[in-house]
């Protein structure tokens, strides 16, 4: 969730009026937070995860399924604890924190805490989750369930909202989804308005069909409305944005409204947190491909795995210039990817790193980036910065454009948050006791808290064995592009290779090669150790007892057989709950019946009432 404030927000036309004095006063603040806080040294690790739920209405009598739009009633629940303890009502700290998230039918739950840094607190992670999916379910009415999965399979489909509604929205325009879907703070459909405004055309989503045996070839949608003329833009899907044998979108919602699993890292400092910000990057697509569980978008079965490329598409408000479609003429650069992507820079200055890994054509604002210099900060930090700063601010509240830039980062906090990379670099709060943390972004939500835990836990303890053991993970820039490119890929775990440091001891041999999903988990012969050998080492380096070292050993095997294949990824099981359904009739649709049959199904599984052996193999939900 970004950064959420009151007031009046404006108009793309009034709002870019203000965008240099936005990017210049929340420079202001970063150098601010940097001057203050540069040498602050923090004693251990905190952390903390974040599960995005979707609420959904199952009517097990008519076997159908809706979204529900009663977040906000949900959450108004959720949430007194915290308010009461905030207001000293009470002094019980909350079991869990809840926020809003892009879409009215999702809710968020973080602990109510951060865990700290030893092996203990990792054992309380799963139970922390087990508890925020039990009080998410004693606040919603007795037909509504939290599901922990990416996103709902028939989101934009006909009558799958528990208030109908028409996609006649002035917001996102859209000819599959109301305005009602979107979270009603002024943020959000102003946001998605100024985002189409900006960009001069709706956001064009399209992710390939599965073509099976009776999908037609081409595939041309035909729940598409070519004919519709309710707005300007409906125009778009006709002229070629709707590409043929693709599943068409062209909302936010279809990107935003996509559940995550995210992690965030206090260091100790703020070279550590660069540090592990840097080696954290290459890892973010093989956790992207290893977490893939989003194989199907509006009603169809779509040749992917994951869900990156949908919310990069939802939330491009480049221009055509940016987009490099017209020569430069009004707009200041010609920028290769979405606010939405990977990263494009490293950013540690230790031994291990060399410019020749940042190898993309890094475009960023020189009058920042000499700004920041000049201010003393180094030459890496400052074009990382001036890189997140080529953005415009896409909402500004009229109320908030004069501000302490001693005591606020709002205006920093505007770029930084819509800057939706793999891993974030995140300053500390102005007068906060946090720390520099980093945020590890690119896992997508899995269908049980047992699975969850276990991908939390295990990126915690590979930040532990990244520094304790000093892995160099560094490989160029291109390449991790590349590797997210392949975690899109249907099967892409078993089927591909990703780009690997063969080396991850030394800085002297920096070759990489193409390297199996097994292979990078559970190493290879006469090579790259494995992730998951490397922590049962870190593990066997100290003083960890018995029983906390099984239960870690759970879901390190969870990681390992997902890798090896021996269990199934989210995303291969959620297609076979489709394939082989008896009413799937080998055309990519996933129908109404479908769906409710695969919700319950998830439901069940992530409740412990229904084993699901391809996918959990021996362990419990």
């Known amino acids: 969730m970004g950064l959420l404030s009151l007031g009046t927000p404006l108009h793309w036309n009034d709002a870019k009026k203000y965008a240099d004095h936005v990017r210049s006063h929340g420079i202001d603040q970063f150098l601010s937070v940097y001057r203050k806080q540069r040498s602050r040294q923090k004693q251990c690790l905190l952390w903390g995860d974040e599960v995005e739920y979707v609420v959904v209405k199952l009517d097990k009598e008519n076997r159908t399924t809706k979204l529900s739009l009663r977040a906000f009633d949900i959450l108004a629940s959720l949430q007194k604890t915290e308010q009461d303890y905030l207001e000293g009502k009470t002094t019980q700290p909350p079991e869990a924190l809840w926020r809003p998230e892009y879409g009215r039918f999702m809710i968020e739950g973080t602990p109510g805490e951060p865990y700290g840094a030893t092996f203990r607190?990792?054992?309380?992670?799963?139970?922390s989750m087990k508890k925020r999916r039990q009080l998410a379910i004693e606040a919603m009415l007795p037909d509504e369930i939290p599901v922990t999965l990416v996103n709902y399979p028939r989101l934009g489909c006909p009558h799958e909202l528990e208030i109908d509604s028409e996609p006649h929205g002035k917001a996102c325009q859209s000819m599959f989804?109301?305005?009602?879907?979107?979270?009603?703070?002024?943020?959000?459909?102003?946001?998605?308005?100024n985002i189409r405004r900006r960009r001069g055309a709706k956001v064009e989503i399209n992710m390939p069909i599965f073509h099976d045996k009776n999908t037609p070839r081409p595939f041309i949608d035909p729940t598409i409305p070519y004919d519709r003329e309710v707005f300007d833009h409906d125009k778009e899907a006709k002229n070629g944005a709707a590409k043929p044998d693709h599943i068409y979108m062209d909302?936010?919602?279809f990107g935003m409204g996509c559940c995550c699993l995210q992690i965030t890292f206090q260091a100790c400092n703020i070279d550590e947190a660069r540090h592990l910000y840097d080696h954290l990057a290459p890892v973010a697509p093989i956790m992207l491909a290893l977490t893939g569980a989003?194989?199907?978008?509006?009603?169809?079965?779509?040749?992917?795995?994951?869900?990156?490329?949908?919310?990069?598409?939802?939330?491009?408000?480049?221009?055509?210039?940016?987009?490099?479609?017209?020569?430069?003429?009004?707009?200041?650069?010609?920028?290769?990817?979405?606010?939405?992507?990977?990263?494009?820079?490293?950013?540690s200055n230790d031994a291990m790193y060399n410019e020749k890994y940042n190898d993309l054509d890094l475009v960023y604002d020189k009058d920042i980036y000499e700004k920041l210099r000049k201010n003393d900060v180094d030459d890496l930090l400052a074009r990382h910065m001036s890189h997140l700063?080529?953005?415009?601010?896409?909402?500004?509240?009229?109320?908030?454009?004069?501000?302490?830039?001693?005591?606020?980062?709002?205006?920093?906090?505007?770029?930084?948050?819509?800057?939706?990379?793999?891993?974030?670099?995140?300053?500390?709060?102005?007068?906060?006791?946090?720390?520099?943390?980093?945020?590890?972004?690119s896992m997508e939500v899995q269908l049980t808290d047992f699975e969850n835990a276990a991908f939390s836990v295990f990126i915690v303890l590979l930040t532990r064995v990244i520094l304790s053991?000093?892995?160099?993970?560094?490989?160029?820039?291109?390449?991790?592009d590349e590797n997210m490119a392949t975690a899109h890929?249907?099967?892409s775990v078993l089927n591909d290779k990703f780009y690997f440091r063969k080396n991850v001891f030394t800085e002297e041999e920096d070759e990489y090669e193409l390297m199996t999903m097994n292979e990078i988990i559970n190493g290879k012969d006469q090579g790259f150790p494995g992730f998951v050998p490397l922590i049962h080492s870190y593990l066997s380096s100290t003083n960890i007892d018995i029983e906390t070292r099984c239960e870690l050993t759970r879901y390190l095997s969870l990681i390992s057989k997902?890798?090896?294949?021996?269990?199934?990824?989210?995303?291969?099981?959620?297609?076979k709950l489709v394939t082989s359904h008896p009413q799937y009739k080998q055309d990519s649709v996933v129908s109404p019946e479908i769906t409710y049959d695969l919700i319950n199904t998830v439901d069940r599984i992530a409740r412990g009432e229904l084993k699901a052996p391809e996918l959990l193999g021996d362990f419990n939900a």
């Open 469 to 480: 053991f000093g892995l160099n993970l560094y490989i160029p820039i291109t390449k991790v």
């Open 562 to 575: 997902r890798a090896s294949g021996e269990l199934m990824t989210g995303a291969t099981y959620l297609r």
């Open 121 to 127: 607190d990792l054992m309380t992670v799963e139970a």
């Open 177 to 193: 989804v109301p305005d009602e879907v979107i979270n009603p703070h002024a943020r959000f459909p102003t946001l998605t308005a």
């Open 489 to 491: 890929n249907r099967g």
């Open 251 to 253: 909302a936010m919602a």
């Open 294 to 347: 989003s194989p199907i978008y509006r009603g169809y079965l779509a040749d992917v795995d994951t869900r990156w490329n949908v919310i990069a598409s939802a939330v491009d408000d480049r221009t055509p210039e940016e987009r490099g479609l017209k020569p430069l003429e009004n707009d200041r650069f010609v920028i290769n990817k979405s606010r939405y992507d990977s990263i494009d820079t490293y950013i």
């Open 389 to 441: 700063f080529i953005r415009d601010p896409l909402v500004i509240f009229e109320e908030l454009l004069d501000q302490d830039d001693e005591n606020s980062m709002d205006h920093f906090e505007n770029l930084q948050s819509t800057n939706w990379q793999t891993v974030r670099f995140k300053p500390p709060p102005p007068n906060s006791d946090i720390g520099w943390r980093v945020e590890f972004r």
